[in-house]
Structures are given as structure tokens and as C-alpha cells.
């Protein structure tokens, strides 16, 4: 099981000092976070991408390609790359030169975003939005399994004996998560495609994400990728921790009561429990995280968000300590002692292209899960 951090890539003023930080100190800053999870010992970061303020991550592709030159073990992902508003081939041709530069250490997490307006910033249409998404994808998984392309569809021109450059590294595609908060639809293509499904996880009662994995699950199966427990999913979820978890709330207090998504609404209080915000102690964050299995089933990778809401970075760099040193330690064991035998683990380009080696004829996916 992978866990890891995922950025939204906000640019919030401190509400205990009233400042809030550049553009580039925020760039610099997820940079510096990125080294320490890998320095803490976690396994994947993940950011954003976003197109208007109060966010800085316009180029995630960009990030982490600086980002893979400064380590050598993290798996760089992105938490969303809109595949609505992007040309495929550009998708295509950046993420296969990441794989190239990281050595293959690289997936990304397909959306829609959360910004309605990045639509005709980029010359598409919302209402046109899922179409769009399944559209784009089935030319950009052309584009990747292809060598020569003929394309026809509604939403950009015609593809004629195109070739994108460069060509998947070993010719192993990056591995895909298609991330969706609300959308059956998104969940249903997925399922289809074998894919990864991830479910941010933040916002949400737990009721909501356990019908959304359970209908990826059924889906999964219901397209012959073998038995549904071993699909592959992936949680988001929000963390704050203190040594004692009454110091833990006080400090984040009043970074939650005014963050940009769900500050002035809910206390603190009714928010972590109707959704899986856990502030506390780093046990309660165990704990809590643990019992994510009992809705969602055994899955492979949890992605925790803790730069958000105008935390300044030096108390994000603890949140990584507290993770690495006292909380992930305790996950993975708890994890593996609960997870059946041939329910698989996070997929890799290493694992995916020695299971494309091992059967020929069958999706990376299914064999893993086989």
C-alpha cells in the first residue's frame, strides 16, 4: 500500500499572522515538502492543477519534472490533471516525458477540477464536460497504446497517421487514476478501462464514499477485470496532529475556520464528524484511517492533504515528521496484517511491466490482480 501526500496547491493567508505567502513561495514551498516525504519515508506526492487564484499550480507537469530531478525513490502523481480542458496529446506527450525523466516513477489522477469557469478559459463547453472527459480519454489511451494515430471525434480536430513523442518509456503507459468526488460516470469509466479510482475523500460523509467505491467495484468486475475486492482505489483525506489532540485542535481552529473551501460553514467540530477530517492526536489519525477499510474495502494508496488553508510550511514540515515517524510506520503493518492474500498492491511501472511480461494477452491490471 502507497501512502503519501496530495497538494491543492492554495495560496491562503495565514490567519494567525494575517500574511500570505507569493506565488513563489509557495512553488519553492512544494517543492521542499515533496523532498521530505521522501525523506520521511513516504511514497508518493501529489499536486493539482488549477488555472485561477487563490492557486499557484497551473503546470503540474512542470513540478514534477524539477521535482524528480531532486529525488530518486518518490512516486510523483498529480491530484488532478483536467482531462476536460487539456488537449490529449499534450497529456500525453508530457506525462510520457516525465516517465522518461523520473525513470518511471510517475502516474496522474485524471478530473473535470472544481472551477467552472476554466471551461471556456480553455474553449470548451461545461455542459459538454463528461462527454468531454470520456472523449479525451479514449484518444488519449489511443495516443499511448498506438504508434500511428487516425482520429475522429467531436471535440477537437483530426488526427491523421499521428505519432506523440515520445513514446511511452518500455512502452508501458503511465497508470491511471480516475479521480471523481460525485460522478458515477467517472467512476463507471474506470471500471471500464481497468483503471484506478480515486475518491478525494475530504468533503464527504463516509455513506457517500462507500457507494462510490462499492459501484466502481461492481463495475470493475461487471468489465472482467477479475473479482471487485481487488480493484484499485485510492483515498485523499485532511490531517492535523498534535503530541495531545487538544493542542492539536486549538492550532488548526482558526486555519479551518477560514480556509477558502469550507471555512464559515460547519465548526470544527460537526465537520470531522460528518467527514473524515481527523485533528488530533497522531493515534486518533490511526485509528481513524484504519477505518477506512471497513466501508471502502482493502485498497492501495492513501493520499493525506496538510498544506492547505494557509498553514505556514514550517508546520507542515512537522505534520510530515509526525506522518513518517509515528503514523504511516503503524499504517502499513495494520494495513498488511488485514489485507487478504491476492488483493494487489499499488500498481508501479515496475510491476506493470513485469506483468505485461508474464501474460501476454492481458491488461497490467488483471494480471496483477490474478
Known sequence: MQFGVFSV????EDPTTGR???EGERIKAAVAIARKVEEVGLDVFAIGEHHNP?????????TLGYIAAQTRRLQLST???LITTNDPVKIAEDFAMLQHLSDGRVDLTLGRGNTGPVYPWFGQDIRQGINLAIENYALLRKLWDDEVVDWEGRFRTPLQGFTSTPRPLDGVAPFVWHGSIRSPEIAEQAAYYGDGFFHNHIFWPASHTKRMVEFYRKRWEHHGHGPAER???GLGGQVFMRRNSQDAVNEFRPYFDNAPVYGHGPSLEDFSRETPLTVGSPQQVIDRTLGFREYVGDYQRQ???IDHAGLPLKTVLEQLDILGEEVVPVLRKEFAALRPAGVPDAPTHESRLAARSAGAGTTAQETEAA
Open 20 to 22: 500570505a505567502p507569493s
Open 9 to 12: 496547491s492554495d495560496i491562503t
Open 303 to 305: 493520499l493525506f492533504l
Open 231 to 233: 480493484a484499485i482505489v
Open 79 to 81: 491530484a488532478t490533471t
Open 54 to 62: 487563490p492557486f499557484f499550480s497551473s503546470s503540474p507537469t512542470t
